[in-house]
């Protein structure tokens, strides 16, 4: 099974409102420590180490396009 | 690093030896000399007696070291005991368990046992110090004749050449030299051999320092080992609690990687650590230690007709009682493979499968210890607060408890190893090829009430057949041994256990290795898949 990144939820909508409101009234470090809980449950459901891989390597991209994007904007600023 | 209430139990003294005479061309040549009497050193060099081999037993101390190190022997291990004759006496002394309890702040989150059937003559481990592991081993070395044990004798010097090495050997009498085919290294993770060949032992080493206490005092704790998460009496950090032989208890508690070693050791700063654990001051210490560990190992366990073995060749963290019992399933993977090579009956090249299946294995072991040590002592604060949402998940779900990592205990490795023959028929069940073989109870002809693993003793120093009867008789080679199970003559599986646990039907057979993993297995097994199956286990072909 590979990682899915079709849209699986009918509301999306819905789905993200439910974690924003979840963290609502909490502080960054209470936050995190919810982030590490919700994570953990999730891969466990998942349960698929090759599905978990790829949906970290997915994440991880985040943090090197935007590492990259503000390289490039400091390259601008500098030009 | 050792207090002085625990001596040494046995003091050995040095002898001068009718090698040390000889020189030039005149210099002893000895087929193997192994170099360390440690658990590793001596049990490899009873296997390689009891084989038919004379040994030279080399150990720069003259007495079995302080203190009581390893205390945990894995079934495994005591399984190898067992066929070389100090089983029942390591038995009898130890102390057996089986379940473990983690706790975290004053709850228990779960407890496991790591042998939950029955119908196993060893159990998952007993807790026994080193010391007496030494001392049984030496006894026993005492009753073998072809081993040639010199304390006092510290190899400064070793010379590879084509055919053999040429070692030189310091004494209190001087320097004497003396030649060997080969020579097991089995020196300790200081091991001087290491260096003498130029060998690298790199690895991660762990800032986290740990101190162990061994203490003495009567209680009712049951025989169980017992691991802590922010314990109440050590906040914020680790805590194991584990029962030796002779009212002695293992107590190992995770320190500031900041701590001062020199302080924190003194007895009068380790006692009300000590009292504030057991809730009271009766105990005597007998060893308290200060640690800090690095998980590493040789790049090749092979180094010429050098072969380096247990902590010499590969190190780990103590959380998972996989230092000793690694090092002894070394020593019985290299023994019989050794043997051959001396008799000549397999290739040189069978060696070089000790350096593949065992350096597999310690990379199994440095693997697991490095997870149970990183879990234990985090490395940055998002490790830590993952480590928090896993204990605080554990207490409401399944998937959390088996996430908790207090130390996973030794388990023998499964090799993929060019000397299995890969599976050709269905199998539902059972040890496949390159994994070790199960116990299960037995019955005699005689009506005994026996094991696999004793019938494995008696005939498992060579290959093994173990054959489940269907009337027929397997046309097995001359040389192995064999376990016939049912059928006429055969043992008799009154529970089913053997049958169910190797996966058994009529007429199926298992090609076990000198060392009891599986090699090859058959539903019904022609001869020439069997000699074909064990030239390769003896790397014949």
Same mark, same amino acid.
């Given at each position: 099974?590979?990682?899915?990144?079709?849209?699986?939820?009918?509301?999306?909508?819905?789905?993200?409102?439910?974690?924003?409101?979840?963290?609502?009234?909490?502080?960054?470090?209470?936050?995190?420590?919810?982030?590490?809980?919700?994570?953990?449950?999730?891969?466990?459901?998942?349960?698929?180490?090759?599905?978990?891989?790829?949906?970290?390597?997915?994440?991880?991209?985040?943090?090197?396009?935007?590492?990259?994007?503000?390289?490039?904007?400091?390259?601008?600023?500098?030009? | 690093?050792?207090? !002085?209430?625990?001596?040494?139990?046995?003091?050995?003294?040095?002898?001068?030896?009718?090698?040390?005479?000889?020189?030039?061309?005149?210099?002893?040549?000895?087929?193997?000399?192994?170099?360390?009497?440690?658990?590793?050193?001596?049990?490899?060099?009873? +296997?390689?007696?009891?084989?038919?081999?004379?040994?030279?037993?080399? +150990?720069?101390?003259?007495?079995?070291?302080?203190?009581?190190?390893?205390?945990?022997?894995?079934?495994?291990?005591?399984?190898?005991?067992?066929?070389?004759?100090?089983?029942?006496?390591?038995?009898?002394?130890?102390?057996?368990?089986?379940? @473990?309890?983690?706790?975290?702040?004053?709850?228990?989150?779960?407890?496991?046992?790591?042998?939950?059937?029955?119908?196993?003559?060893?159990?998952?481990?007993?807790?026994?110090?080193?010391?007496?592991?030494?001392?049984?081993?030496?006894?026993?070395?005492?009753?073998?004749?072809?081993?040639?044990?010199?304390?006092?004798?510290?190899?400064?010097?070793?010379?590879?050449?084509?055919?053999?090495?040429?070692?030189?050997?310091?004494?209190?009498?001087?320097?004497?030299?003396?030649? !060997?085919?080969?020579?097991?290294?089995?020196?300790?993770?200081?091991?001087?051999?290491?260096?003498?060949?130029?060998?690298?032992?790199?690895?991660?080493?762990?800032?986290?320092?740990?101190?162990?206490?061994?203490?003495?005092?009567?209680?009712?704790?049951?025989?169980? =080992?017992?691991?802590?998460?922010?314990?109440?009496?050590?906040?914020?950090?680790?805590?194991?609690?584990?029962?030796?032989?002779?009212?002695?208890?293992?107590?190992?508690?995770?320190?500031?990687?900041?701590?001062?070693?020199?302080?924190?050791?003194?007895?009068?700063?380790?006692?009300?650590?000590?009292?504030?654990?057991? @809730?009271?001051?009766?105990?005597?210490?007998?060893?308290?230690?200060?640690?800090?560990?690095?998980?590493?190992?040789?790049?090749?366990?092979?180094?010429?007709?050098?072969?380096?073995?247990?902590?010499?060749?590969?190190?780990?963290?103590?959380?998972? !009682?996989?230092?000793?019992?690694?090092?002894?399933?070394?020593?019985?993977?290299?023994?019989?493979?050794?043997?051959?090579?001396?008799?000549?009956?397999?290739?040189?090249?069978?060696?070089?499968?000790?350096?593949?299946?065992?350096?597999?294995?310690?990379?199994?072991?440095?693997?697991?210890?490095?997870?149970?040590?990183?879990?234990? !002592?985090?490395?940055?604060?998002?490790?830590? =607060?993952?480590?928090?949402?896993?204990?605080?998940?554990?207490?409401?779900?399944?998937? @959390?408890?088996?996430?908790?990592?207090?130390?996973?205990?030794?388990?023998?490795?499964?090799? +993929?190893?060019?000397?299995?023959?890969?599976?050709?028929?269905?199998?539902?069940?059972?040890?496949?090829?390159?994994?070790?073989?199960?116990?299960?109870?037995?019955?005699?002809?005689?009506?005994?009430?026996?094991?696999?693993?004793?019938?494995?003793?008696?005939?498992? =120093?060579?290959?093994?057949?173990?054959?489940?009867?269907?009337?027929?008789?397997?046309?097995?080679?001359?040389?192995?041994?064999?376990?016939?199970?049912?059928?006429?003559?055969?043992?008799?599986?009154?529970?089913?256990?053997?049958?169910?646990?190797?996966?058994?039907?009529?007429?199926?057979?298992?090609?076990?290795?000198?060392?009891?993993?599986?090699?090859?297995?058959?539903?019904?097994?022609?001869?020439?898949?069997?000699?074909?199956?064990?030239?390769?286990?003896?790397?014949?072909?």
């Amino acid at each position: 099974m590979a990682l899915s990144t079709s849209s699986n939820f009918a509301k999306p909508d819905d789905a993200f409102r439910a974690i924003v409101e979840a963290h609502r009234g909490l502080s960054d470090e209470q936050s995190a420590d919810f982030d590490a809980a919700l994570v953990l449950i999730l891969a466990n459901h998942i349960g698929d180490l090759d599905v978990l891989r790829e949906a970290l390597a997915l994440a991880r991209r985040r943090m090197i396009d935007a590492s990259q994007q503000q390289q490039q904007q400091q390259q601008a600023s500098r030009e | 690093m050792a207090q !002085a209430s625990n001596q040494a139990k046995t003091q050995f003294g040095y002898r001068r030896h009718p090698d040390q005479d000889r020189a030039g061309h005149d210099v002893a040549e000895h087929p193997v000399v192994v170099v360390g009497a440690g658990p590793v050193g001596l049990s490899l060099a009873i +296997d390689l007696a009891q084989r038919g081999h004379r040994v030279v037993l080399l +150990d720069d101390a003259d007495r079995i070291g302080e203190g009581s190190r390893a205390i945990c022997f894995s079934k495994r291990s005591l399984e190898y005991w067992d066929r070389l004759g100090v089983g029942d006496r390591m038995v009898a002394k130890g102390v057996v368990w089986s379940v @473990g309890k983690i706790f975290h702040g004053d709850s228990q989150l779960y407890q496991f046992n790591l042998l939950p059937e029955e119908g196993h003559k060893r159990p998952a481990f007993i807790n026994l110090q080193q010391f007496y592991a030494e001392a049984y081993l030496v006894d026993r070395i005492g009753e073998l004749p072809a081993i040639d044990l010199r304390w006092r004798n510290k190899v400064v010097g070793l010379d590879q050449r084509n055919d053999d090495i040429a070692l030189t050997i310091e004494t209190p009498d001087g320097p004497y030299a003396t030649r !060997a085919q080969f020579v097991i290294a089995c020196d300790g993770a200081r091991s001087s051999l290491r260096k003498m060949v130029g060998a690298e032992f790199s690895g991660q080493a762990f800032e986290d320092q740990f101190l162990i206490a061994d203490v003495k005092m009567t209680a009712a704790f049951p025989t169980e =080992r017992w691991f802590w998460f922010d314990p109440p009496f050590h906040a914020g950090r680790s805590a194991l609690l584990h029962k030796q032989p002779d009212d002695v208890w293992r107590i190992d508690l995770q320190l500031s990687r900041y701590a001062d070693p020199a302080v924190e050791k003194q007895p009068e700063n380790v006692r009300p650590r000590i009292a504030r654990m057991l @809730g009271h001051d009766k105990f005597e210490f007998e060893w308290i230690s200060l640690y800090k560990f690095q998980c590493r190992r040789m790049d090749r366990f092979i180094h010429g007709r050098v072969i380096f073995a247990g902590d010499a060749a590969h190190q780990v963290s103590p959380f998972g !009682a996989r230092g000793a019992n690694s090092g002894l399933e070394d020593a019985e993977n290299l023994a019989w493979k050794l043997d051959r090579a001396l008799r000549k009956s397999s290739p040189e090249a069978l060696l070089e499968t000790y350096h593949v299946e065992r350096s597999a294995a310690a990379d199994e072991n440095i693997r697991e210890s490095t997870r149970a040590t990183d879990f234990m !002592a985090p490395n940055s604060h998002q490790e830590a =607060r993952l480590r928090k949402a896993v204990l605080s998940l554990a207490k409401e779900t399944e998937f @959390g408890k088996r996430m908790v990592n207090g130390g996973r205990l030794s388990v023998p490795s499964i090799y +993929d190893t060019p000397l299995s023959t890969t599976d050709s028929d269905g199998w539902r069940g059972g040890p496949r090829p390159g994994a070790s073989m199960p116990d299960a109870p037995v019955t005699s002809t005689a009506n005994e009430d026996t094991f696999l693993t004793d019938s494995f003793v008696r005939e498992g =120093r060579r290959f093994t057949l173990l054959e489940f009867g269907n009337g027929a008789d397997i046309d097995a080679p001359q040389e192995i041994g064999v376990i016939r199970i049912g059928g006429e003559g055969g043992l008799v599986d009154a529970e089913g256990l053997a049958i169910k646990r190797y996966d058994a039907e009529p007429g199926t057979a298992y090609l076990l290795r000198p060392d009891g993993y599986v090699a090859a297995r058959f539903r019904h097994p022609t001869r020439s898949a069997l000699d074909a199956a064990l030239a390769r286990a003896a790397g014949l072909d």
